[in-house]
């Protein structure tokens, strides 16, 4: 039972990660781009990481899962921001398209 | 992290690469402040480290020294606004940004598996009003899981947001995630 609802919750973030992939080949420019990835993928992770949690063995094991969901989370949300500020600065540089 | 730049930046202008990555402490916090964030950055060392060994105790021969040595990183730093949570404000931000995360994934994948996606772009800004440090880096990471919004650039004292549908309020959803983060961090 308890495996039975892991493998749905990894099965609904795969679907997410998907989506995340079609945003990111769809979309038409790198912010909104950015939105599918930090988004869609981030919850991803989150049911990926929370499906696996409930098969861990150990304490020690979810631990590491919920550190590696907490600072993926927290790159993926700083590098978004980099990711826009920087091609803000670049495109702003070459007289591109603002706004 | 975000931090003070000449407020004469102008919004239309892009800042400066690093210039809001410049810490400019307002006042020092005192020897005693220190000392109780080493022992704060040591006890979450601690669990990192026992949850990466598995609890193992022959590992603390590493551990010990590590643990030690990254808190004391506190004393070599420049000093930043200290911050508190409260644990009532947590709960609640915790809930509402589970909720949050979710509203904003299943939107954006909606709109990419979506025929005719329905995007209408665009750039906004929104005055930073958290103070600096911690509240406000949890705001502008924040602003990033919300439902459309990306926090793209800092301007100054200004936050300049992309949307996906510039229709959407943004002054009512950022002006929520304020009141959330000024009860997470237990503020006014």
Known sequence: MLGLFAAALIGFGTVFFIAGTLGLLRFPDIFCRLHALTKADGLGLALIALGVALMAGTWAEVLRIALIWFFVALASATSGHLIAAHARQTMQEVGGADD | ?188
């Open chain 2, 1 to 188: 992290m975000p931090r003070t730049q000449s407020p004469a930046t102008n919004a239309a202008k892009p800042a400066e690469p690093r210039a809001n990555l410049v810490t400019v402490p307002a006042d020092r916090p005192s020897a005693p402040a220190r000392w109780r964030r080493f022992l704060a950055v040591a006890a979450v060392l601690a669990l990192i480290w026992a949850a990466l060994t598995g609890f193992r105790a022959d590992a603390l021969a590493f551990g010990v020294p590590a643990v030690l040595a990254g808190a004391a990183l506190v004393f070599a730093m420049p000093p930043s606004p200290g911050w508190r949570l409260s644990p009532r404000g947590l709960l609640a931000f915790v809930l509402w940004f589970a909720v949050q995360s979710v509203k904003g994934a299943v939107d954006v994948a909606l709109r990419a598996a979506a025929p005719r996606m329905r995007l209408r772009p665009g750039f906004r800004t929104y005055p930073l009003a958290l103070p600096q440090g911690a509240p406000q880096v949890m705001f502008l990471n924040t602003i990033t899981l919300l439902p459309g919004t990306l926090s793209a650039e800092i301007a100054g004292d200004q936050v300049i947001v992309h949307m996906l549908d510039t229709s959407a309020d943004l002054k009512a959803d950022l002006g929520a995630l304020e009141a959330r983060i000024k009860a997470l961090f237990a503020l006014n």
